[in-house]
């Protein structure tokens, strides 16, 4: 069975994070989010994420779709800030407590940003964070350089591929799968489906089923280890999968993007 993680890009939506001179973090997060997703499934990772648009979930939603979904790992991609501008610059990742693999994660993800040219802050414990707090698997967040230092801006503009790289390199140096190349396979071996719903019950699952069907869209129902899982569409990109997203969250879904 691969590894599977859940990636969070930061924020999202009426919640943009940090602010400087027009920049939102929840952007910087979204892009690099995706980035990194997909290295990690193109080295074998089975990649969720909570978004793939521009919308806002609460940090404790966000913790209950990992959850939910059963991953190995949580990673949370943000980007820092402080109240004075152009005074402090790094990367530095957060997890609940210092113990166990996250933080060996969280230093590796931290000595692979070093070696793309970010100062490197650390690893600290936040277990006031709803995200390190409410989710079950080994969680960290990264802080990947300070919004508000032109330094790190610098950095992460004139980097962003290898920023991308280097946070995936540290979560498979973690999981001792560095080094792998890349899978030869063609990209059109993965595709993507919108999860919908994730029951014990058959027949909530076919409720659900049915509801959709009504509606048109292509859902289907898989059943693993004693669930029921509802998706709707198979597609090739994962722009094809956030848009199928898109109209069922205006349908008031609950969804989340797989890759399989
Ligand atoms: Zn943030």
């Keep these: 069975m691969p590894y599977s993680i859940m990636l969070d890009a930061g924020h999202g939506g009426r919640n943009p994070g940090a602010v400087y001179n027009g920049r939102q973090e929840k952007d910087d997060a979204l892009a690099l989010t995706l980035a990194v997703g997909e290295i990690l499934q193109n080295r074998g990772i089975d990649v969720e994420y909570t978004r793939t648009t521009d919308v806002y979930e609460s940090p404790y939603?966000?913790?209950?779709?990992?959850?939910?979904?059963?991953?190995?790992?949580?990673?949370?991609?943000?980007?820092?800030?402080?109240?004075?501008?152009?005074?402090?610059?790094?990367?530095?990742?957060?997890?609940?407590?210092?113990?166990?693999?996250?933080?060996?994660?969280?230093?590796?993800?931290?000595?692979?940003?070093?070696?793309?040219?970010?100062?490197?802050?650390?690893?600290k414990a936040r277990p006031g964070l709803v995200v390190l707090r409410r989710t079950q698997m080994p969680a960290v967040l990264v802080e990947v350089g300070f919004i508000n230092s032109d330094t790190d801006n610098m950095i992460f503009d004139n980097n962003f591929d290898d920023i991308a790289l280097a946070i995936a390199e540290g979560i498979l140096d973690t999981l001792g799968m560095s080094g792998n190349l890349p899978k030869d396979t063609p990209a059109s071996s993965v595709s993507y489906t919108v999860q919908t719903g994730l029951f014990r019950n058959q027949v909530y699952a076919n409720r659900l089923l049915d509801e959709?069907?009504?509606?048109?869209?292509?859902?289907?129902?898989?059943?693993?280890?004693?669930?029921?899982?509802?998706?709707?569409?198979?597609?090739?990109?994962?722009?094809?999968?956030?848009?199928?997203?898109?109209?069922?969250?205006?349908?008031?879904?609950?969804?989340?993007?797989?890759?399989?």
């Design 212 to 260: 959709l069907q009504e509606q048109d869209f292509p859902a289907a129902v898989t059943q693993e280890n004693g669930l029921y899982r509802i998706t709707v569409g198979s597609f090739p990109t994962l722009d094809e999968a956030a848009e199928m997203e898109r109209r069922l969250k205006r349908a008031g879904y609950q969804t989340l993007v797989m890759s399989r």
């Design 61 to 123: 939603q966000k913790a209950m779709e990992a959850n939910e979904a059963g991953v190995d790992f949580f990673i949370s991609i943000h980007r820092n800030s402080y109240p004075t501008d152009n005074t402090v610059s790094g990367v530095e990742s957060l997890v609940y407590d210092l113990s166990g693999i996250k933080v060996e994660m969280a230093e590796n993800i931290n000595e692979q940003l070093e070696a793309v040219g970010f100062v490197n802050l650390g690893v």
